[in-house]
């Protein structure tokens, strides 16, 4: 009878979508952290039920060839880099074959090729995007990260996954807060003043945006830290503040003050000008969403005739990048602000053929067809949950001669393909994207084709 803290000696069998090494004893299945497969290691055991069980390596009595033995392990407790232990080569293969599994369990796909997975040249300092909570910590205000399933903050300066000025940024910010002795929220007690700090950075034109959430208006001597951050990062354009007074793990509250400079940071993607403001979705690797985004465009096969229905479209990023190419583009997106955004960033590229929708993708297809618009590609970009039901009716109904789904859950487009090839689709290929490097997340794009279409 196995029990918590016996310790066992074990081989990693395999490796879970999560990066947690398998192993099995006595019909139980582990899971273990920082374990790879083909390691052997003594195990302790830290729980276990009647059919799985954690545990923890104890020794390693053999390494993968395939460890990183240079990663802090910092980074796996916290889930910043819960794949960093792998080396990145085999990062790739694993989120192919994570797609591959995906399509053949649940879709019963066998029969498409699915590519290699693309990755970076440099797969490391790639977010352009920080959300870092402030917090005490034996006695001590700090900035760093959260150890997995807790609120416990483990203290960070590199943050290996982050662009390096936006962490030069965060340790400057944290040692003018430790300087003018401003107090650090405190969840348990609901006390403390500095929740958060939220930097995002253009990454092709370096403006940085700095938030301070803040659980009350008034922040003492604001006035000079401002005037000490403007003085040692010239590319910081806006300084913002958020009152987020809840007790909640929302990071942003209702209200906010422009402390300095602008409201929007700029970048560009694919050859078009954004604006990002703080609460914007915008990829937080640049050089790969610009790949993500190139593969759908070229699988789509796009002509100047086409007309593009862009579901899921954001801030505009997808729709806007080819929008030039074809004869009109035709956006929806429920968040009412990404919408305005989209039309601004139309106007900004001098984008005319884009139209923009703040409604249900169901509704405002239903609606298009009664216009009697027909596109000849719908491109759908969901979140992880996937699509609904009722969408990929809806999608169906406009009878598309392609469908481009861009994804970043491999089981939910695996379930939404097999809806699609029972309502006449027939998937053609997939081309998994590392946007996330060190992390399990993976993303695919697939070209989803009318079976009595002759689209290639």
């Known amino acids: 009878m196995i029990k918590k803290n016996d310790l066992l000696d074990v081989e990693i069998v395999d490796l879970t ?21 083909g390691e052997v290691i003594t195990m302790r055991v830290l729980k276990v039920t009647k059919k799985i069980g954690f545990g923890k390596v104890d020794v390693y009595h053999r390494l993968s060839e395939h460890r990183n033995s240079d990663l802090d392990a910092a980074y796996l407790r916290t889930g910043i880099a819960d794949f960093g232990h792998l080396a990145y ?15 053949y369990k649940i879709a019963g796909i066998v029969d498409v090729e699915v590519a290699e ?3 970076m040249d440099h797969p490391v300092a790639y977010r352009n995007k920080a959300a870092v909570p402030v917090r005490r910590v034996n006695g001590q205000l700090e900035t760093g990260f959260f150890r997995k399933h ?14 390096k000025e936006i962490d030069r940024l965060l340790v400057f910010v944290r040692d003018l807060l430790r300087r003018y002795d401003l107090k650090p929220y405190d969840e348990k007690e609901q006390t403390g003043l500095i929740r958060n ?22 922040v003492f001597r604001i006035e000079q830290l401002v005037d000490q951050v ?5 590319h910081v354009v806006s300084i913002l503040q958020n009152i987020n007074d809840q007790n909640t793990n929302a990071i942003f509250g209702k209200d906010w003050r422009t402390l300095y400079g602008k409201e ?4 560009t993607m694919l050859g078009n000008d954004y604006a990002i403001s703080a609460q914007s979705f ?10 993500l985004y190139q593969t759908a465009i070229a699988f789509s096969d796009l002509t100047a005739k086409d007309i593009v229905v862009d579901a899921y479209s954001g801030i505009g990023t997808i729709g806007l990048s080819f929008a030039k190419q074809v004869q009109a583009v035709y956006g929806v997106e429920v968040i009412a602000e990404a919408v305005e955004d989209a039309k601004r960033n139309a106007k900004r590229n001098g984008i005319t053929n884009a139209h923009y929708v703040a409604d249900s993708a169901e509704r405002a297809m239903a609606k298009w067809s009664r216009e009697g618009i027909r596109p000849d590609v719908i491109i759908v970009d969901p979140p992880r949950k996937g699509l609904t039901e009722s969408f990929i009716k809806a999608s169906v109904d406009m009878q598309p001669k392609k469908i481009t789904y861009v994804s970043c859950n491999p089981a939910t487009m695996a379930r939404d393909i097999k809806l699609y090839q029972e309502l006449g689709y027939e998937l053609k290929k997939v081309q998994p994207v590392d946007l996330f490097p060190q992390t399990h997340h993976v993303e695919a794009v697939s070209l989803l084709v009318r079976a009595d279409s002759s689209a290639k």
């Not at 080569?89 to 694993?94: D, G, H, I, Y």
């Not at 807790?150 to 960070?156: E, V």
Request: negative net charge.
């Open 17 to 37: 979508h999560e990066g947690q090494g398998v192993a099995k004893v006595d019909g139980l299945v582990f899971f273990v952290e920082n374990a790879l497969p």
């Open 197 to 218: 700090l939220v930097v995002r950075r253009g990454h092709y034109s370096g403006e940085i945006m700095l938030v301070f959430v803040t659980t009350r208006p008034k």
């Open 230 to 234: 403007k003085a040692e990062f010239p």
């Open 117 to 119: 997975t693309l990755g």
């Open 150 to 163: 807790s609120h416990d903050l483990m203290p960070i300066e590199d943050f290996y996954i982050q662009e």
């Open 89 to 103: 080569a085999e990062q790739l293969t694993f989120k192919r074959k994570q797609i591959q599994d995906n399509l």
């Open 282 to 291: 915008y990829q937080v690797n640049t050089v790969m969403a610009e790949k």
């Open 264 to 267: 929007t940071i700029t970048d």
